[in-house]
Structures are given as C-alpha cells and as structure tokens.
C-alpha cells in the first residue's frame, strides 16, 4: 500500500510525492487524512535545517503532527471502528522516508490508542487540538499560574490568551510587534513592549520563542515571579543573574501536550467554548504543498496554513 505524502528531501526541498506505508497490525488502524496543519515551530526549523539533534529526526522526512481524517479500516485489536473522525498526532509509518511527524499525507497507518476521536462537525480545525492542547498543558495543574503577560499573538499566544479567559482568569496582555499580528483579539489586549510600562507581572508565558528576550522578561516581573518557556528554542538559553536573583525569578519549561490535556482540550472545542476555526488563515490543496510550505514559513499574515487533502490519493 501506498500513499501521497509530503516529503522532506533535505532542508528547502519539499514536493508532494509518493512513499511506501507498512502493513498495519491487528492493533492498528489506517486513516484517511482530509486536512493536515503546518507547524511555523518545529516543521520550519527542519525546513530550514536549524532543527538541533532530535531522537528520530533524519532525511527524507513527512513532516505533520496536526491532522484529521476519517479511519477506513481497523484491525481485529483496534478499539475505534471504521467511520470514526479521529485527530492523528502524526506516525511513524512509511518505508524509506522518516516519519518523526508523519501526518503530512493522504493515508498513514498508526495504532488505535495514538489517535483521538473528535466532532465531525469540526472540520478542518480539528487540526489544531495539538497545538490547543500544548497551550493547555502550558497552563494547567494546581502548581501553575495563568499567565498575565503572553509574549506573541501568533496561533499559540492566542490560545494560551482564550484559554486564560475560558478558566475564568483575568484578561492577560499580549505582546506583538508585527502590525499584521496586532487584530484579532477578543477580551483582551495586544500591544507593543514599548507600550507596556507594567512591572509586576506575575506569570510571563514567552509563545515567540525569542530567547534573546529573557532579560527582558525579568524585568518585567514582580518579585517571585515566573517565566514560563513556551516556544521552542534552538540556542542556549541564558540571563544576567543578579535581576533574576533580585526578583527571585523562576523558570519553568512548558513540554508537549499529555492525554489529559487532549481530553480536556477537545471538551472545550466541542462545546463551543475554545473557538479554533479563526485561526485558519491559509488553506492550500496538498497538491501545492512546496508553495504552501513557502507561505507557512515566509508569510507573517499566515497564521495556520492547513493543507487540504480531498482529491489526492
């Protein structure tokens, strides 16, 4: 068997081709993708070959952790049945190509307990419960504060902005300084660094993944305060110490999102009460992945780029 994919050659090349998938075992399911998103994240870096060693990275590479599709055949093992919409986190499951990712094709084989029954009705956007549900992970539990100071209203700073406001937090402010970024805020407030005379925020939540900016950060915060790493970072991260020591300031590193982050993140989707279908700024057909990937990457207007997989096989 197999299927369309897009495929990672090397850093900048990138086209819709065809790879081989493995056999699925008796716990296994194939599904049909319709809609897969870009990540501007940890995808560009592979694209541009910045990404540091990472356990499974290698070339020829699918790239895609955020996909949805429809499962079209289940293993005697598998518990979720033909017919279901699931959300796929991506797979491991093609011959010649590394799949590190691997929710980038028209088909991928992966097993039943990866995947995440989701709405119908959710479409396209049930793409994005991945990077939801990282925000969401960012946030919760009773040793984490909610952020009052997110830094970057792309996808993931809005998200962390809408979960803050759906946990019944006070509004936080967000920082951007791309004028194509500023718009789209709902209960509230983007603005500049410069703009921003506050000096006494208690949880600063850095969604730009400038690590340059963590001295910046420290003087932003009230005594005690925390710094909370959700981008991701490919240079070593470092602070003057004596700020961070006068304001005890603490670090923490947000990581990927666990299965209770899913759950819970698909409960607020679904019943109406996280909105992700605004997000979508770009919809390209798979078969123009090189050009979508370009505009992913090089566009700042593009928030989420999803590719769209009807009429590829």
């Known amino acids: 068997m197999d299927t369309a994919a897009v ?53 020829p590479l699918v790239p895609g952790y955020e996909a949805t599709g429809e499962v079209v055949e289940a293993g005697p093992d598998a518990n979720i049945p033909v017919g279901a919409r699931v959300f796929v986190p991506g797979a491991s499951c093609y011959e010649g190509a590394h799949g590190l990712f691997g929710g980038s094709a028209r088909r991928i084989v992966t097993a039943a307990s990866r995947v995440t029954r989701i709405d119908s009705g959710l479409g396209a956007s049930g793409a994005l419960l991945a990077l939801a549900a990282t925000a969401r992970h960012a946030m919760a539990g009773p040793d984490k504060t909610a952020p009052d100071l997110i830094v970057g209203h792309g996808v993931l700073g809005r998200l962390l902005a809408r979960l803050t406001i ?71 991260l470092s602070f003057a110490f004596p700020p961070a020591f006068m304001k005890e300031a603490r670090f923490r590193i947000a990581a990927e999102w666990a299965p209770d982050d899913m759950i819970a993140t698909r409960s607020l989707v679904e019943s109406g009460t996280l909105r992700l279908d605004d997000l979508i700024t770009h919809t390209m057909a798979a078969s123009d992945a090189s050009e979508a990937y370009r505009t992913a990457f090089g566009d700042p207007a593009c928030l989420k780029m999803i590719l769209d997989w009807k009429g590829a096989s």
């Not at 056999?23 to 599904?31: G, W």
């Open 7 to 59: 495929i990672l050659k090397a850093p900048g090349q990138i086209a819709l081709d065809r790879v081989t998938l493995i056999e699925p075992t008796a716990a296994d399911i194939v599904v049909e993708i319709s809609h897969s998103g870009i990540s501007t994240g940890t995808e560009k870096l592979f694209w541009s070959g910045e990404m540091p060693p990472f356990p499974g990275m290698g070339y």
């Open 166 to 236: 759906a946990a019944g937090c006070p509004a936080p402010t967000v920082w951007e300084i791309d004028p194509e970024r500023m718009s789209g805020a709902s209960g509230y407030e983007v603005t500049t660094p410069d703009a921003d005379t506050r000096r006494d925020y208690r949880a600063i939540y850095d969604a730009s993944g400038q690590g340059a900016l963590l001295n910046d950060f420290v003087g932003r915060l009230t005594r005690g305060g925390e710094v909370v790493l959700a981008g991701f970072y490919t240079q070593p």
